[in-house]
Each structure stands twice: as C-alpha cells, then as structure tokens.
C-alpha cells in the first residue's frame, strides 16, 4: 500500500508543479497582453494627435479631431493584422460602411479610445 500512495503522491505532486507552472506562464502572458494594450493605446492616442496636427497645420482653426475627420471623411482606426486584411478586402470589393456598432469598453491605458465594430455591405 506504501508503495502505490508513493506513487500517487509522487503524481500528485508532478501534476501540483504543472498546474503551478501553467498559471504562471499565463500571468507572464497576461502581463504580456496588458503591456501591448498599453502601448496600441498609446500609439493610437499619438496617431490621433497626429491626424489633428497634420490637418489643423493646412487650417488656421483649432478644430475637434470629430470636426476634421467628418469635413475630410476621414477616420484612423486600430486593428488587428487580420482585421486590417478584412478591411482592405472589403475595400477591394467596394464594400459600403453601412454602420458602426460601438464595443464595449475601451482599450485601457488610452484615454478617450474606444473600439467600435464597422459593419459593411
């Protein structure tokens, strides 16, 4: 009997240090994935400051970047690779905005930025 008990605890504890060893390969990741948050939120947040820059130097007016995008029809969005290929395809297609679903919540770490689904047809 002392022999099989050695051997389930000697199981038990390999699966303790695989369990113990897999949630800390996912707090690396999720720490992985907060920092990329932080930054895609802060190179839209520039992007963004940017776009205004760009547009506000060729007018004298200082104007909402909603004012610029609406006049210039146009918008900056953050995407995923794969997002951006649907996007271009889409394009390709001739594809029509038909309307824009806002997601919930916005990326953390960039203030005022938000996500929104854009459904085409």
């Known amino acids: ?7 389930i605890e000697r199981l038990l504890h390999r699966l303790e240090r695989h369990i113990e060893e897999e949630r800390e390969r996912i707090k690396v990741r ?7 948050r932080g930054e895609l939120g802060a190179e839209a947040a520039e992007r963004e400051k940017l776009l205004v820059r760009v547009v506000s130097d060729e007018e004298t007016s200082e104007r909402s ?51 929104s689904w854009l459904v085409f047809e």
């Not at 009997?1 to 051997?7: A, G, T």
């Open 65 to 115: 970047l909603e004012e610029i995008c609406k006049e210039h029809r146009v918008a900056f969005v953050t995407h995923s690779e794969e997002a951006g290929k649907a996007l271009e395809q889409f394009a390709d297609e001739g594809a029509r905005l038909v309307r824009v679903i806002p997601g919930s919540g916005g990326i953390q770490g960039g203030a005022g930025i938000n996500g």
């Open 30 to 36: 999720e720490e992985e994935v907060q920092a990329y």
């Open 1 to 7: 009997m002392d022999k099989r008990e050695s051997s």
